[in-house]
Structures are given as C-alpha cells and as structure tokens.
C-alpha cells in the first residue's frame, strides 16, 4: 500500500494556482481586487502581450510594510478575515491563496509603501524562490509585476491561448471590476515591448449608469432604465440597482450582461436565469438583453466561498432572490413602456442623402411633366410611365401603396400624445404619425401584438394556458437516472404549470397531464428539454423550470401574435389613433413579443437637416 505523504510546499502552492491562476487574466483579477481593498482610489493595469509578457498592478492604496509583505507571500495568510466568521466576509479577497500562489509560477516583484514611511520595500519571488528582499522608491501604496508566467511550467503555457484572446480576457475582468466601483479611477494599457495603447480610461466618483454606459456602449445610457428596488429580509435589506436595456436594444449573444453581487462579479445561473425569466415575453429566444445589475445581500443571505476564483455564489433563499430580480426588471422596464429604439437605424438613415449635383439635371428630366397631385378617396393612382434613364424606355411602375389624409392642425392637448396623431399609412403596413416635436413611425402589426400580449395576460389567459389536459393513458418516459431525480425533485413545481409527472421505477417518469395549451407536445422531448434546463440552470424556483414558463410564455406570445392586425391591412384614421393611444397607456409597448421596436421616432430637428434646413 502506498504511503500518505505531505506534499512539499512549492507543490501545494502549484496545485493552488492551478485553481486560482489558469491564465495572466485569473492573475490580474486577484491583483485589481487585492487593490480595490486596499482602499485604493486610483489602480492602473499595464500588460506587456496579453499579460503573457508581462502584466503590472499599480495603486495608491493603504500599502503593506516588509513584514506584511513577507507574511502576505505566504498561503492562507490575510488582513481580510477579522475573525472565523467567513460568511460575514465583505471584502472581495479573503483565501490568502492569491500571491503565493501567482509567485510559484511567475515572477513576481512585489513593492509597497504605507503612508508615513520614508521609503518602500520590494520583495521578488521566481517561480517560488526569494531572489530579492530590500528598500525600494515608490509612491504610497503598492505595485505588483507578474512577468513571465508558466515560464517554468511547459506544460501549463501551452495551453495558453494568443496575446489577444489572453488581452481580451484581462480587458472583460477589468471592466467588470471598474463597473463596481464608480468611486475608483481605472486605466488599462497594453501593447508589446517600446509601445502600448490605452484600452480604458476611466475617472474617480462616477454617476453608475454614466460608468456602465462608458464600459459596455456609450448608447446604452438613451436606450436603458434605471433599477431601484429594496426588499426586507430576516437578516437585513436586500436592494437591486444597475441599469437594463430596452428590449429593442439587444445581442446576439449574451456577452453584454454584467451580474454582481455585493460588489463581487459573478456568473451565476440562477442570476442569468432570472434575467432571461425577466425579458423572457419580450425578446426572441436567440437575442440577449444588455445590462449591468447591482445586488447587495446581507452577508448571511449568500455564501462567497464556493468556488476558488469565487465566481459563483449560493442563496440562502435562491427563489425569494430569483422573484425579487424578475420583479426589479420587470418593474423598472414598465418605467421605460413609451420608449422604443431612440431613432432609426443609422445605416437606414444614410441612404436619405441628397443627391449628388452632378445627378440634378437627369433626376429634374425624369419627374418634369408628373402630377404630383395626391390620390382622391385615399386609392392608389393607375399605373404611371416611369421613365428608363439607361434604356430610353418607359415601363410601367406602380405607385407606392401609401395613404394620406388630410392634414388636420394638431390639437391644443397634442403634447399629452407623446406618439402623436395620425396622418396616414405606408404600404398599408406603418403608420405615419406627427408628434409636437416630431415624426413617428408605427409598426401596426408589431404594436398591436403586443398590446394583445397585455390583453391576454389582464384577461387571465396565463391561467388558462396552464391548465392541465389529463391524458388517457399516461405516457411513461425513459430517462436517465439522474435527469429522473432532478424532474421529480421538480415535480411540486411543474404541476403548477400544468404538467403531472411522477417517479416510475428508477429510470424512468409517467406524465399524467399536460398544459393544455401544448397538449400535443412530445412529451419525451419535453421531459428531456425540462431535465437539461434544469440542469443547466438549477431548480430556479419553486414554480419548477424556466424553459416550461418560457415554452407557456410563448404560447401566449403566439396566441397574440395571430390575433393581432396583420401587416397589409388597410385602417382608418380613427383606428389609427385609436392604436396610439392604446400603446401609450400599455407597458412595454415600446416593442413587440420578439424585442422589435414598435416605433421610431424622427425629431423634427433631423427632418430639418435632410432638407438642408440646419
């Protein structure tokens, strides 16, 4: 039998880093928050090829003296813990793991200075050996050099991927870390040896939606809401801030969603879930929204110390947590319910450009002779002779199917129409609105799908979608043993959305009702869908899985979406203006079941400039 050792020292701390420090990225994640508790009020980063070269951590933090710097270079060695009381942890490091860690398979030149000392220490550790231990010149607080990581570790840089996916990495931990904490001024350079390039620059006491703004897109400020929202808790206030996309302003990919909790970055399922539950009727299943949430928890609601780069978290209480993020979206995206996208799309715009002056001649020899006179009764003219500038033909052109009525004075009251009153449509399809202060254009279809969404659920049709059809003969599903117990762990839940299932020996289930609603679903690739997503995601809540809510809420979606007006639909000028005043009293109306927007808006001062006016 095989002897039990003790591992030596520099293996245990190899084996750390291989937790904490897989990339340059890890490495600098642990120094900037080594920072940012150290009270610092300015960190600037420095990488040198992704940081596989080099990466540099500067602060005018609190600073350490010698002593605490040879302390600090020690496993499990920290100023972060007052006491055993790890779950009351409220600072972002706390393992002590960090700089022995990085130091046993990098260089690493550690240099610090507190306030009140004449000079500053530096101590430098190669790849686990102390090569240098004396005074240094520097500023208050710390700086600390990572150079040449897994230089000794061949089998660890190989795996390492390019300087720019490798900068690309430390470029996401940095902006998460900079959208926590308005208060701090961060810079981040990078380059190759004799240049770089400043990626991000930022500036101390920040407004947070102005910081988030600048990080993720400078356009997100016009097309977001605010969030604000507290909620009571056995253990203290639970409060949810940050700054959430319209559903009209989205990605194709959910890289542009910032979760953090108690100012810690994390990418927590049950966080993502919330928000996909949140924006779930509001945006199609492959578009993502864009925001940045702040949630702040007493510390004894939540337990940081599950994961080593401490990434992850766990709830006490994942579903009151999970419903107060949903209801927080949901009731600040109510707030922003006469909002759609802030104007057209720029490329779209472009094409309404004048003319070049060396085209006059022959666009002024095309319409002279036409009349230009509008159409009587609102019908469309007989086809006209359009005139072939390449052929010297005429062929026959059909007019554009658009409608106008007569131009009525806005009313006294026109500013209590934010979306104005009608005064046509185009190709039977948007209507053209004029605003106090602009020009609207409505998507009829997509406006009025949405208003029938609203309709539907005031009416209680969620309830009836989750009634339950019983079946006839219950359909046994053969599953896997462990996709067995997480739906029958599930089950309570999932009855209230309709669906019955039960255990049926150990690797199987029997469905004894379905919603009515998908009452002619396969049912195997329900329950497979259902095990998956709750494995993916967690047990969300008590109401059993997301993607079953998400499949409910899409029923409905289409429901609305076939008993709304069509596209190519001829209305009224009565209808018309009767379907914008509807969206204007409608939350969320900004945008249709699949984050479309429903309107765009032209101010008058544009329509000014396309004419030369301005």
């Not at 609207?440 to 979608?465: F, M, N, P, T």
Request: charged residues 30%.
């Amino acid at each position: 039998m095989p002897q039990i050792r003790r591992l030596p020292n520099a293996l245990v701390n190899r084996i750390a880093a291989g937790e904490v420090v897989e990339r340059p990225a890890a490495a600098l994640k642990e120094l900037v928050e080594n920072a940012v508790d150290a009270g610092a009020r300015r960190i600037g980063v420095s990488l040198i090829d992704g940081g596989l070269t080099r990466l540099e951590v500067t602060d005018d933090g609190c600073g350490m003296t010698s002593d605490d710097m040879a302390l600090a270079l020690e496993r499990h060695a920290t100023s972060k813990l007052p006491d055993e009381a790890i779950e009351m942890v409220t600072t972002l490091g706390f393992r002590g793991e960090a700089l022995p860690s990085i130091a046993s398979v990098a260089r690493l030149t550690l240099e610090s200075r507190v306030a009140g000392s004449d000079d500053g220490w530096r101590r430098v550790v190669d790849h686990g050996d102390l090569v240098e231990d004396g005074p240094a010149a520097l500023p208050v607080g710390t700086r600390v050099r990572v150079e040449q990581i897994f230089a000794k570790v061949p089998a660890r840089r190989k795996f390492l991927r390019t300087p720019r996916s490798e900068y690309i990495a430390c470029l996401d931990i940095v902006r998460r870390l900079a959208m926590a904490r308005p208060d701090i001024a961060f810079t981040l350079e990078n380059g190759s040896e004799g240049k770089s390039r400043k990626a991000l620059s930022t500036q101390a006491d920040e407004e947070l939606s102005t910081r988030v703004a600048q990080i993720i897109a400078r356009e997100l400020k016009d097309n977001a809401v605010a969030i604000e929202l507290e909620r009571e808790t056995p253990y203290g206030t639970m409060r949810l801030t940050g700054i959430a996309g319209l559903p009209t302003y989205n990605r194709g990919v959910a890289d542009h969603q910032y979760l953090f909790v108690n100012g810690r970055p994390v990418k927590d399922k049950l966080l993502t879930g919330a928000v996909r539950g949140a924006y779930s009727d509001m945006l199609a299943r492959d578009r993502h929204a864009v925001l940045a949430l702040f949630l702040e928890v007493p510390p004894q609601d939540v337990d940081v110390n599950v994961h080593p780069a401490k990434t992850e978290v766990r709830f006490r209480d994942a579903a009151h947590v999970r419903g107060f993020i949903v209801s927080g979206l949901r009731r600040a995206l109510d707030t922003g319910d006469r909002r759609s996208a802030q104007g057209p799309d720029r490329a779209a715009m472009e094409k309404w450009q004048q003319e070049p002056p060396e085209q006059a001649p022959a666009l002024r020899s095309m319409f002279q002779g036409r009349d230009w006179s509008a159409p009587s009764g609102g019908r469309v003219a007989e086809p006209r002779r359009e005139w072939n500038a390449q052929s010297g033909d005429a062929h026959d052109a059909a007019l554009p199917t658009g409608r106008a009525e007569e131009a009525a004075p806005l009313p006294e009251d026109a500013a209590e129409y934010p979306l104005g009153i009608a005064r046509g449509q185009v190709a039977n399809t948007y209507i053209v609105a004029e605003s106090a202060d602009g020009l609207v254009l409505v998507d009829q279809h997509a406006a009025h799908e949405r208003l029938v969404l609203e309709r539907l659920k005031r009416a209680g049709a969620h309830d009836a979608v989750t009634r339950s059809q019983a079946l006839l003969v219950p359909d046994v599903v053969e599953m896997d043993e462990a996709d067995c117990d997480r739906l029958e762990d599930a089950a309570e839940g999932l009855a209230r959305f309709g669906l019955s299932v039960e255990r049926f020996g150990p690797a199987a289930m029997l469905v004894r009702a379905v919603p009515s609603a998908i009452a002619k679903a396969d049912t195997t690739k329900l329950l497979q869908d259902l095990a998956d997503d709750i494995a993916k995601h967690g047990k969300q809540d008590d109401s059993g899985s997301l993607l079953l809510a998400e499949r409910l809420e899409y029923v409905l979606a289409t429901m609305a979406c076939h008993g709304s007006v069509r596209a190519g639909r001829v209305l009224s000028v009565a209808e018309m203006n009767a379907l914008l005043r509807e969206m204007e009293a409608t939350p969320r109306s900004g945008q249709c079941n699949h984050g479309r927007p429903t309107w765009v808006k032209l101010d008058m001062d544009d329509v000014e400039k396309l004419f030369g006016r301005h």
